[in-house]
């Protein structure tokens, strides 16, 4: 294998388009590449090939529909159905998109791969480590989290050190086409946002019920459970006479409802576990931790840790905590692990305040 040469995915947007650009001017050989997730990919499948016109590089296309619809749309749907909230991007780095970037670079004689993800890596005694980008509103170290070391070992980040409107500048210069298009917002294989729409369409037996007041008072019937998650305030059309939000999705169906200032918890148990460096932590170990891809990070404690789960105490309250979402383990700026919430214990005040 040849280490000037590096395989790049390339999406149609900005940031990919860039990093094909910044790795050619560090000298290397570069190749692209797009990947057919589903039905929806046409447009970034037509709009890389635009891309790689431009930059000059050949490009070829990776078909990955079979993979993403068993690894990424099947679970989120029936996380969904199940009460829980997924991360579909979570899942989908290390088994479709790098896998399948990884898959084909082998086929080509080629090492290094290469994403337009705002991150970097770093390696330390051998191991290889997913750390956060230079500019922490852009960071999406939370969805790399999950790599294995036979992906971080050949990963290449070149946008980890820059800011988004240095991205764009460079963009206006190359004279690329994207170069003022919008950031992506939305799940890529649901482009109007309507994921409960989406999941009934993929013929799931949806589990209905009613809203609960905090007071236990039964309500209207909700729409399905999979059209809420834990947190959730907007949407509910209930009127309490003051603000309430989604507390609990029952396994009856019903969703029970909170008042503000109950939405938070003081720890939580993560299911399928993931170690950087393949150890497990000690008890009392303490990190900073993100329960969402947005959160600015909160402090925890390791109360347990092994190949099946591990259990976070948080010092101070963090607020919905909803199952099936991915908590990231951060020492310093370096991920260190995370996984899936499987269940999170609410905070109780009253507890709080007799302890």
């Known amino acids: 294998m040849s280490d000037k040469k590096i395989l790049v995915g390339v999406s149609g947007g900005v ?8 790795l050619k001017r560090q000298g290397f050989e570069v190749y692209g590449a797009v990947i057919n997730f589903n039905d929806h990919s046409d447009n970034a499948i037509s709009d890389a090939h635009r891309v790689a016109q431009h930059l000059d590089i050949p490009i070829c296309v990776i078909d990955a529909r079979d993979s993403f619809e068993k690894n990424v749309v099947i679970p989120f749907c029936k996380s969904y159905v199940s009460g829980r909230t997924p991360n579909p991007c979570v899942v989908c780095n290390p088994l479709v998109k790098l896998k399948s970037l990884c898959d084909k670079a082998d086929e080509m004689g080629i090492f290094y791969v290469a994403t337009g993800h705002y991150a970097q890596v770093e390696e330390a005694d051998g191991v290889f480590y997913v750390k956060k980008a230079t500019n922490n509103a852009k960071d999406q170290s939370y969805m790399l ?5 036979n992906i971080l070992k050949r990963l290449v980040l ?12 460079m963009a206006q210069d190359l004279q690329l086409f994207n170069a003022d298009k919008p950031d992506s917002q939305e ?18 037996k949806i589990k209905s019920g009613f809203f609960i007041s905090p007071e236990g008072k039964k309500l209207a019937r909700h729409k399905g459970i999979h059209n809420y998650t834990i947190g959730q305030r907007k949407g509910l059309n209930i009127a309490l006479g003051k603000p309430a939000f989604v507390k609990e999705i029952c396994e009856n169906g019903d969703i029970l ?3 503000a200032g109950e939405e938070f918890f003081c720890r939580v148990e993560l299911e399928k576990p993931v170690y950087t460096n393949g150890q497990c932590f000690d008890i009392n170990d303490e990190f900073v931790v993100k329960i969402r891809s947005a959160a600015k990070g909160d402090k925890a404690i ?9 259990v976070l105490r948080f010092p101070e309250p963090v607020r919905a905590a909803a199952k099936g979402q991915s908590v990231v383990i951060y020492c310093d700026d370096i991920v260190v692990g995370g996984g899936f919430i499987n269940k999170a214990e609410p905070f109780d005040k009253n507890k709080e305040n007799k302890e």
């Open 145 to 149: 989290h999950r790599l294995p070391q």
């Open 158 to 169: 070149p946008l980890g050190r820059y800011e988004k409107p240095e991205i764009r500048a």
């Open 302 to 310: 390791v109360e347990h840790s092994d190949s099946e789960k591990v």
């Open 257 to 259: 409802l909170g008042y």
């Open 15 to 22: 940031d990919s388009s860039v990093c094909v650009d910044i």
């Open 187 to 204: 799940i890529c294989f649901i482009p109007d946002g309507e994921h409960g729409k989406f999941i009934e369409s993929k013929g799931y």
